[in-house]
């Protein structure tokens, strides 16, 4: 946990905070994924990593395909 003046963050708060700025990014869903998941909110963090494995597959796909 991170404090700065009286606001205290969360890793959960950081990393939501980011992806509301880049919502198209593998990592930020597997950093929220591991937030939830240390948290034992293990439910939503499978959403959260499936989201990451959904991005990485997609990019991969993107990657691999001739234009």
């Not at 939501?16 to 880049?22: F, I, K, P, S």
């Not at 950093?31 to 990485?56: M, S």
């Amino acid at each position: 946990m991170r404090v700065r003046g009286n606001i205290r963050r969360t890793e959960y708060s950081i990393f939501m905070a980011g992806l509301r700025v880049n919502q198209k990014n593998a990592k930020l869903f597997n950093n929220v994924g591991h937030a939830l998941e240390g948290e034992k909110n293990f439910t939503e963090a499978l959403r959260y990593f499936q989201q990451a494995a959904t991005y990485v597959f997609r990019l991969s796909l993107r990657l691999l395909t001739p234009s």
